[in-house]
């Protein structure tokens, strides 16, 4: 199609007058030409030169053509797929007791229906860009369509719909496939579409006949003590599933703790639920818990949650045995009753069951020693057990001691304190509990009185928690040499464990062992060889030296013995970093000494146990400050894990520590399966577009959606073009045939 147009310049009376002495002349030349060749010939001449005569005229006018031409356009155009954990789910119920298509691969039949795949009708009409995303935006090839699948973890859909919006320049139009279903997404809908661009919002997945029941909103605490009762808050949610009656399992580890029957009494379903359990041991507790799968569950995943819970001990639950009433006892007593973190139960004996006493013993107000309760029953119940100058003679038999040798192995704490019922004085080196202490019992060991001692810092002693009076090192030393002289001292051949007291004469070098500490199995040992360190209650004469120091001795010694964490030689100090599948985590150790000096040379290792049981070693590196170390995992999968440290140095283990920590997806993609279309109803609102089931994507849904995404950015354009006539090759070649065509025939004719 073409439009005639003029621009010439020259005035109209200019041409008018150039046309009308063209005429005169073509009128002259005429009547010449008639008396030589006659009317007929003539006229034929004076018709070609006034053709010549017009086409100048007429290009004086400067006219010039507007050529027109329809061209096709490729608008741009974006589609996005949902590949979050949820496409991966069916579509639909189950028809015949079978599973149909997942959402993802419902999506990819859809675009890939037909002679020619929609998505390659799509890239050849349109500027195609194609998308998947999860927790992300990513491109996709459109001839990799078929490989991909529901591997994301999450759904930021907002996110991607904005981003989109951005990528690649301004986009008229924006087709979204997706169930819906968007999580971790922190603001609200109206606030989050900041672009208008149409979205052909695609749903996918069934609401009518889906079928769901889960666990959902867990909470249970990271921490809990023993004894105290543990709290979990959950919530029970069922679609589809009106009229049944499920049972819940608590279960802790392979054991069931509890069982509840659940009514679903309506469609949509929700009940709150707390349930309860009383820790009885400190460390890590594994739980569960589960519904059994329903017939037509679409999702099964959800049904079961698991958990963990670090138990502590909220106080240090102490057990002390006294042979006699003594200033010992007392101020030992005193010391622990007041320490709020500690748990006290003491037995003080003022007679044996052998003492010959001549009254009743409704008269002697005593409390019979419930022997048999506490060692057969109630020792795994406790932290601690102190023997404070108590003979087992009269009392225990090799059974009992057993029980206390069992108790420390398995992670109890055991202090043995001085008197003429201790040690060897008592007869223990004949019984099971020699192998534990942290000193030699030979049966020769004898209990002396009188002696003037000074209880003596050693090496390890001066830096280890138990004997660590002060933080300087230097006024530790001092406050030692200050504190009051003992009297009496158990001796023995020699220690087992770690020194940190030597008990000597005021003034004299060297002397016998007055404090150790050692370990038996899991557990800890202590052994302080003298019944009167109740005088380092007292201060000096003339000093005004605290007798906290004394207080503070005897609950340092409480904590070791009960492997509180801060005086472990073995730490793990931090679990830092995401705990999601696939992401890094940061582990921070240190590692101490006997004497609690970093332990720089320290053989650390490391392993993690994962949800299924299975071991992973961890390779640790020392970092810059000494006796500290660094390392990294990467865990695979979801559920609740464990780490474990076990540092040795010269072969010989300094200690062990292990943290639980739990690795799970920030969204629980998989916990709420139902499709939302209100969710992409609402979006499709907002931006102006459609909201399409995509039961209905289907030639004639496409043709709907090709047609809007006409009306906003049309496939059609038309072109123009100018051109000028006067000056083209056309132009000259005509008026040159004419001249020519004129000038022939005048030849022939005998004219020229």
């Known amino acids: 199609m073409s439009e005639l147009f003029f621009v010439g310049t020259l005035p109209w009376w200019v041409i008018l007058l150039i046309a009308a002495a063209m005429s005169a002349l073509l009128i002259h030349q005429f009547l010449a030409l008639k008396e030589r060749l006659g009317s007929r010939r003539s006229w034929l001449l004076i018709f070609l030169r006034g053709l010549v005569y017009a086409l100048l005229v007429f290009f004086l006018l400067s006219p010039g053509l507007i050529e027109k031409r329809v061209a096709r356009l490729r608008p741009p155009l974006t589609v996005i797929l949902d590949t979050s954990q949820s496409m991966g789910f069916p579509a639909a119920p189950p028809q015949d007791g079978k599973q149909g298509k997942s959402r993802i691969d419902l999506v990819k039949e859809k675009l890939s229906e037909g002679k020619e795949p929609v998505i390659r009708r799509l890239a050849r009409d349109y500027d195609l860009r194609l998308f998947q995303f ?23 859909l907002l996110e991607a719909l904005r981003e989109a919006g951005r990528e690649g320049g301004p986009r008229p139009a924006i087709i979204l496939f997706s169930d819906g279903i968007a999580n971790g997404e922190n603001r609200s809908l109206d606030e989050s579409i900041p672009f208008p661009v149409p979205i052909f919002a695609v749903g996918v997945g069934e609401v009518k006949g889906f079928t769901d029941l889960r666990i959902a909103d867990l909470g249970a605490p990271e921490f809990a003590f023993r004894g105290r009762e543990l709290k979990i808050d959950l919530t029970i949610q069922a679609y589809g599933l009106a009229g049944k009656t499920v049972p819940l399992y608590f279960n802790r580890g392979a054991g069931l703790v509890s069982s509840r029957n659940i009514t679903i009494d309506k469609d949509p379903f929700e009940q709150r ?57 007392r101020f030992l007593r005193m010391a622990l009753k007041q320490d709020p973190f500690i748990d006290l139960i003491s037995f003080v004996f003022l007679r044996t069951p052998t003492d010959s006493v001549d009254v009743p013993d409704s008269q002697l107000s005593l409390i019979p020693f419930p022997i048999d309760e506490i060692f057969l029953e109630e020792l795994k119940n406790f932290d601690l057990l102190f023997f404070d100058d108590f003979s087992h003679r009269a009392y225990f038999n090799v059974l009992y001691l057993e029980r206390v040798r069992d108790f420390v192995r398995d992670g109890g704490g055991l202090a043995m304190l001085g008197g003429i019922r201790s040690f060897d004085s008592g007869g223990y080196a004949e019984t099971p509990l020699r192998e534990l202490l942290p000193v030699e019992l030979d049966g020769k060991g004898n209990f002396q009185t009188g002696s003037a001692l000074r209880g003596a810092l050693t090496a390890a002693g001066k830096t280890h928690p138990i004997t660590r009076l002060l933080p300087d090192l230097r006024a530790n030393e001092e406050a030692w040499k200050k504190m009051p002289l003992l009297t009496s001292l158990n001796l023995v051949p020699r220690a087992k464990g770690e020194v940190l007291l030597l008990a000597a004469p005021d003034g004299a070098s060297g002397g016998s062992p007055l404090l150790t500490v050692g370990r038996y199995g899991k557990g800890r040992t ?54 999601a599948p696939g992401e890094k985590i940061d582990f921070k150790v240190r590692a101490l000494k006997d004497d609690f000096t970093p332990a720089g040379q320290a053989l650390l ?42 540092a040795h140095l010269a072969g010989r283990l300094l200690g062990r520590d292990r943290k639980s920590f739990v690795v799970a997806f920030p969204f629980g993609e998989i916990e709420d399966g139902r499709p939302r279309p209100d969710l992409l109803k609402r979006i499709a609102d907002l931006s102006h577009g459609e909201f399409i089931p995509i039961a209905e994507w289907n030639e004639t849904g496409l043709k709907r959606v090709i047609a809007k995404l006409e009306s906003v950015s049309p496939s059609q354009a038309v072109e123009r073009r100018q051109v000028s006539l006067w000056s083209t090759l056309w132009t000259f070649s005509i008026i040159l045939f004419l001249l020519g065509s004129e000038w022939w025939l005048r030849r022939k004719w005998g004219l020229v």
Do not use: C
């Open 605 to 646: 290792r490391l392993r993690v146990i994962g949800p299924e049981g299975e071991q992973i070693a961890v390779d640790a590196a020392p970092e810059s400050e000494e006796g500290k170390f660094s390392a990294e995992f990467t865990p695979a999968k979801e559920g609740p894990y464990r780490l474990e440290a076990e």
């Open 273 to 329: 639920l707390t349930l309860s359990y009383t820790p009885k041991e400190i460390g890590p507790h594994s739980f569960s818990l589960s519904i059994p799968v329903q017939a037509g569950e679409l999702i099964t995943q959800n049904n079961q949650r698991e958990f963990k819970v670090e138990v502590q001990r909220d106080k240090i639950r102490l057990l002390t045995l006294s042979g006699a009433p003594s200033w010992n006892y």
């Open 526 to 579: 202590l052994a302080l060889m003298s019944d009167d360190f109740w005088r380092w209650n007292f201060v000096a004469v003339g000093e005004k030296e605290s007798p906290q120091h004394h207080l503070k001795l005897i609950r340092q010694a409480v904590r070791w013995l009960a492997q509180e964490p801060s005086f472990e030689q073995v730490q793990i100090t931090s679990i830092a970093g995401s705990k």
């Open 134 to 156: 999860g927790t992300r935006l990513e491109p996709v090839a459109p001839e990799s369509l078929s490989q991909i699948g529901a591997t994301g973890k999450g759904t930021r």
